[in-house]
């Protein structure tokens, strides 16, 4: 199973942007199946998008629109691009290779308003 470390989380305003990246340990095979979840304060983690064979397949309705999820073969990096930012995407934001128990450590976003 791949290993994964993710950043780019910080501070940010509403309406601003950031994108947040996960280095996995080797290449990241088109077959598999990679998200982003997040973990807001005192709640439970959910799913924010899957990308499979090189191209989205699910997205939040949360972040429908407003977040994109991408690959970078040659880099092992899996991306998510969070463009107008709310309050409410404020959490832990971990990437996860489906169907595994391997998590990283996450990477905090903070949206004030």
């Known amino acids: 199973q791949l290993q994964t470390v993710e950043s780019g989380g910080g501070l940010a305003k509403a309406g601003e942007s950031l994108r947040l990246s996960c280095v996995a340990s080797?290449?990241?095979?088109?077959?598999?199946?990679m998200g982003w979840y997040r973990q807001p304060p005192g709640k439970q983690r959910e799913l924010v998008a899957l990308l499979r064979n090189n191209r989205p397949v699910k997205y939040s309705p949360l972040v429908k629109d407003r977040f994109t999820i991408s690959i970078d073969n040659a880099k092992n990096t899996l991306y998510l691009q969070m463009n107008d930012l709310k309050p409410e995407d404020t959490a832990v934001y971990y990437c996860h290779q489906v169907g595994t128990d391997s998590w990283g450590q996450g990477t905090l976003v903070t949206v004030s308003s």
């Open positions: 080797e290449f990241i095979p088109s077959f598999i199946t």
